[in-house]
Nanobody, 113 residues
C-alpha cells in the first residue's frame, strides 16, 4: 500500500524556519520526482517545489531563495527546509509523487505576523 506521511509543520513567527518531512512507502522512491504542494483555505493547491531523482530542483517564484527541497533515498524521505517564513506561506503542505494519485493528510504550517 502506497503512503505519503507528512510531518514537521507548526506555528512559527514571520522570519522563522521549519523543516517538513515526508516519509514515503509502497513505491520505488528513488526513481520518482518528489514534490511539495501547499493549499491555503479557499485557494487552489499549488506546486511549491520539485526534486528529480538526480537532484534537479525547481521552485515556485514565491519561495525561491527561501525554501530548499532535498531527498534521502536511503530513508525514502523528502524534505522541505523553509526559511524566512512569511504569513503568505500559511497553508497545509503536502508531498506528492507522480505514481501516487492519493494525497496524504498534509501538515499545517501557520506563520504569524
Amino acid at each position: 500500500q502506497v503512503q505519503l506521511v507528512e510531518s514537521g509543520g507548526g506555528l512559527v513567527q514571520s522570519g522563522g524556519s521549519l523543516r517538513l518531512s515526508c516519509a514515503a512507502s509502497g513505491f520505488t522512491f528513488s526513481r520518482n520526482d518528489m514534490s511539495w504542494y501547499r493549499q491555503a483555505p479557499g485557494k487552489e493547491r499549488e506546486l511549491v517545489a520539485i526534486i528529480t531523482p538526480v537532484g534537479g530542483r525547481n521552485y515556485a517564484d514565491s519561495v525561491k531563495g527561501r525554501f530548499t527541497i532535498s531527498r534521502d533515498n536511503a530513508k525514502n524521505t523528502v524534505y522541505l527546509q523553509m526559511n524566512s517564513l512569511k504569513p503568505e506561506d500559511t497553508a497545509v503542505y503536502y508531498c506528492k509523487a507522480p505514481v501516487i494519485s492519493k494525497w496524504g493528510q498534509g501538515t499545517q504550517v501557520t506563520v504569524s505576523s
